[in-house]
């Protein structure tokens, strides 16, 4: 990405928050309910809440959604990439994946926690079922759209399969992979959310959960907020994980 385009990225993101303000702050003005605080005290809320009541819960649902994409990545990309190089192996595992890539994610939640309890592996294993679908397809379809004749012209030159993996198919595969996630990202976030109101203390979602039981709209809002800043900087670190190994673009 050049230094314009990213100039005007960050010029967007600005105006775009700007924009979310101003139309909160004239919501809040019309319609002078408790329920909808101006931006101005939710902010300077958080900045009294963070260091004592809200800075665990975000490092909770941060590393849970961190460990979510690693994982759903790893498996994701090594399912995709066999399915992709492999005739056999797509035969084998695209009508599972076609199977089970519809159903609603949410309505495995109540297995999901019945299987693994309503710890951290119940969390992580949603995050993981949100996203690695999406990676796993277009993995293989990224492997499937690479000419032929790029891999005969590395295979008459002598290139070993590990070779020709990460001479062309990890560095083609790639952005299109860092975009599936991309776009899984949000509802990965909706879901934490979710799955953070059961058998927890800690996380965005119990924090927004427990304010709003408590009638604490202040609170509510300052975990929306953060909840939501948190999606955008998993938004900035993928695009900065893509400018870096993906600059041959």
Request: glycine residues 6%.
């Amino acid at each position: 990405m050049s230094a314009l385009q990213s100039r005007e990225k960050r010029l967007g993101a600005l105006y775009s928050f700007v924009l979310v303000v101003i139309l909160w702050q004239a919501v809040s003005m019309l319609l002078k309910i408790p329920i909808i605080p101006t931006p101005v005290a939710v902010f300077a809320n958080i900045l009294q809440i963070f260091p004592s009541q809200m800075e665990i819960h975000l490092l909770y649902s941060l590393g849970r959604i961190l460990a979510g994409i690693a994982i759903s990545i790893l498996l994701g990309v090594a399912l995709g990439f066999l399915m992709g190089y492999f005739a056999r192996a797509d035969k084998f595992l695209s009508p599972l994946v076609y199977f089970t890539y519809p159903v609603p994610k949410i309505a495995l939640l109540p297995i999901v926690m019945l299987l693994f309890g309503l710890g951290e592996a119940s969390k992580l294993i949603m995050i993981v079922l949100i996203i690695v679908f999406q990676i796993i397809i277009t993995a293989r379809d990224a492997v499937k759209n690479i000419p032929q004749e790029i891999f005969r012209s590395l295979q008459s030159l002598g290139a070993s399969r590990r070779q020709i993996f990460s001479e062309i198919i990890i560095p083609a595969s790639l952005p299109e992979v860092l975009t599936a996630t991309r776009l899984a990202l949000g509802t990965a976030v909706s879901i934490l959310f979710f799955t953070e109101t059961f058998g927890t203390q800690y996380g965005m979602g119990y924090f927004v959960m427990d304010a709003w039981m408590r009638v604490n709209y202040l609170d509510m809002y300052a975990g929306i907020v953060m909840l939501s800043f948190l999606g955008f900087c998993l938004f900035i670190m993928l695009d900065m994980a893509e400018n870096y190994f993906c600059s041959w673009r």
